[in-house]
């Protein structure tokens, strides 16, 4: 998975600086029923092309990024958000 993340303070890195976290989902609401919950924690979609993600610098600065990125070609299309690590 050799491919580049343009981090926002710590400019293009190796995709190995970082962790993928998971695709980014809406999270049930508190009174969704179990079968909901059980699909929410254990099924995800796997897009094959753009796909909206969340990934953690864990060997640079901290920071959360929310990115699109295509999964075929691991082509990083936009940075959507990213926060600083609390």
């Known amino acids: 998975m050799g491919f580049k993340i343009p981090c926002p303070n710590c400019g ?7 962790t993928f976290e998971s695709e980014v989902r809406s999270r049930p ?5 179990l079968k909901t919950w059980r699909h929410y924690f ?3 979609k796997n897009t094959c092309g753009p796909q909206e993600e969340w990934w953690y610098h864990s060997e640079g600065c901290g920071e ?5 990125r295509d ?9 959507l958000e990213h926060h600083a690590h609390d």
């Open 12 to 18: 293009p890195r190796d995709a190995y600086e970082f």
């Open 29 to 33: 609401s508190r009174d969704a029923d």
């Open 42 to 44: 254990y099924f995800r």
């Open 64 to 68: 959360w990024l929310k990115l699109k």
């Open 71 to 79: 999964t075929k070609t691991n082509e990083v299309i936009e940075i």
